[in-house]
């Protein structure tokens, strides 16, 4: 009867291990952002991720329904009018610079709402 507990001794602590991992494994907390969009801008103009980080972005339309457009990420969003804002989570891409711009009309100078979102390697001291 011994090995039989051994066995499950042993089968245990192989679980323990793999829920001990799958729980330490995402290391990397979220990098939550507040956006803001109104006319004619975001706010922050320029959004500052790390390559590989968890990032949740929390965006606000103060003033009508804007659009929030990473073209290179094909990352697409629409963000109503509301007190209520829209949430999107992502994996930051590789380091580089990549535009955003807004995707739904919003008045004259819509094509000028633009803001980038700047991704930097991450550095030896982020770990
Ligand atoms: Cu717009």
Same mark, same amino acid.
């Given at each position: 009867?011994?090995? !039989?507990?051994?066995?499950?001794?042993?089968?245990?602590?192989? !679980?323990?291990?793999?829920?001990?991992?799958?729980?330490?494994?995402?290391?990397?907390?979220?990098?939550?952002?507040?956006?803001?969009?109104?006319?004619?801008?975001?706010?922050?103009?320029?959004?500052?991720?790390?390559?590989?980080?968890?990032? $949740?972005?929390?965006?606000?339309? $103060?003033?009508?329904?804007?659009?929030?457009?990473?073209?290179?990420?094909?990352?697409?969003?629409?963000?109503?009018?509301?007190?209520?804002?829209?949430? =999107?989570?992502?994996?930051?891409?590789?380091?580089?610079?990549?535009? !955003? =711009?807004?995707?739904?009309?919003?008045?004259?100078?819509?094509?000028?709402?633009?803001?980038?979102?700047?991704?930097?390697?991450?550095?030896?001291?982020?770990?």
């Amino acid at each position: 009867m011994g090995w !039989i507990l051994g066995l499950l001794l042993r089968m245990a602590t192989f !679980i323990a291990a793999v829920i001990w991992s799958a729980a330490i494994a995402p290391a990397l907390p979220v990098h939550e952002i507040q956006v803001e969009a109104r006319k004619f801008a975001f706010e922050p103009a320029v959004i500052m991720v790390t390559a590989g980080e968890p990032v $949740r972005l929390v965006i606000h339309a $103060r003033d009508t329904t804007h659009g929030f457009s990473i073209k290179e990420l094909n990352f697409h969003l629409e963000i109503p009018r509301s007190s209520e804002a829209v949430t =999107a989570e992502f994996t930051a891409p590789p380091p580089g610079r990549y535009e !955003i =711009a807004c995707s739904e009309f919003c008045g004259r100078g819509h094509r000028h709402m633009k803001a980038v979102l700047v991704s930097v390697a991450a550095g030896p001291s982020n770990h």
